[in-house]
């Protein structure tokens, strides 16, 4: 059974930080490509960032240069490191898991709430 399991997500203040944890049973681990997404209130679901299986990094011009998406192939994990955090960053944070070789095999945790408030 496929498991994603995010945490981390809390109440910060605007230019706080946060970093979201998830991780990943089930699968193997080296063949997927990780990502982070966010889905505000009344909001479409938006990719952050991903990894790929071989550590390739690509992030949202709404997230460059704040946030951070890493992989630790030896805990099966993926982490989002969120820095200068704004009011807008404020949605439910979920992680994303996708077979590098089979299109069809993708996973999503359950999410993590992130509100960036004062």
């Known amino acids: 059974q496929v498991q994603l399991v995010e945490s981390g997500g809390d109440l910060v203040q605007p230019g706080g930080s946060l970093r979201l944890s998830c991780a990943a049973s089930?699968?193997?681990?080296?063949?997927?490509?990780m990502a982070w997404y966010r889905q505000a209130p009344g909001k479409q679901r938006e990719s952050l960032a991903v990894?790929?299986?071989?550590?390739?990094?690509h992030y949202a011009d709404s997230v460059k240069g704040r946030f951070t998406i890493a992989r630790d192939s030896a805990k099966n994990s993926v982490y989002l490191q969120m820095t200068n955090l704004k009011p807008e960053d404020t949605a439910v944070y979920y992680c994303?898991?996708?077979?590098?070789?089979?299109?069809?095999?993708?996973?999503w945790g359950q999410g993590t709430q992130v509100t960036v408030s004062s």
């Open positions: 994303n898991a996708a077979s590098a070789l089979f299109s069809d095999r993708e996973f």
């Open positions: 089930g699968i193997i681990f080296s063949g997927y490509h």
């Open positions: 990894i790929s299986s071989r550590g390739t990094t």
